[in-house]
């Protein structure tokens, strides 16, 4: 594995607005203001908790039909470990080969300019690859 460093953790929350006060009630400071991303149906903001631990929340945009509406079913909370890598369409490859489920091939992300794409380990963990370098859509 490649990986260059913890680019955030995934939270799944139903809905951005109430989310996004209550974690900045809590002394979270936002780093990427929520985006929508139609690619991945969610809507997204980067936010830096504790100062240490960069946290993505991330909201279903039509809660019917979202890659995040199971695990709101299950009810929502920490979802995914991301990490930054030279090459994601590699990393995903050697995840597969090692016996990972491949969930989301390589595509654009809105919110990060960068490729990402995602694989869930046979332990259930559910890993994101994002690209150190920004992409052109």
Same mark, same amino acid.
């Given at each position: 594995? !490649? ?15 109430? #989310? @996004?006060?209550?974690?900045?009630? *809590?002394? &979270? ?17 980067? =936010? ?8 993505? @929340? ?7 039909? !979202?890659?995040? !509406? ?20 590699? *990393? @995903?490859? #050697?995840?597969? &080969?090692?016996? &990972?489920? @491949? ?5 654009? #992300?809105? #919110? ?12 259930? =963990? ?12």
């Amino acid at each position: 594995m !490649s990986v260059t460093s913890l680019h955030h953790v995934g939270f799944v929350v139903p809905r951005m607005g109430p #989310a @996004l006060d209550r974690w900045r009630g *809590e002394g &979270a400071e936002v780093i990427v203001e929520p985006i929508d991303d139609p690619i991945q149906r969610v809507t997204v903001a980067l =936010l830096n908790v504790d100062g240490t631990v960069p946290v993505e @929340l991330v909201a279903p945009i039509d809660p019917n039909d !979202s890659p995040v !509406s199971g695990r709101l079913r299950r009810g929502g909370g920490l979802d995914h470990f991301c990490y930054s890598v030279p090459d994601v369409a590699s *990393e @995903l490859d #050697a995840e597969v &080969a090692g016996g &990972a489920m @491949l969930v989301c091939p390589p595509v654009f #992300a809105v #919110a990060f300019k960068r490729r990402i794409g995602f694989v869930q380990r046979r332990s259930g =963990l559910v890993v994101e690859f994002i690209s150190d370098d920004e992409v052109a859509p």
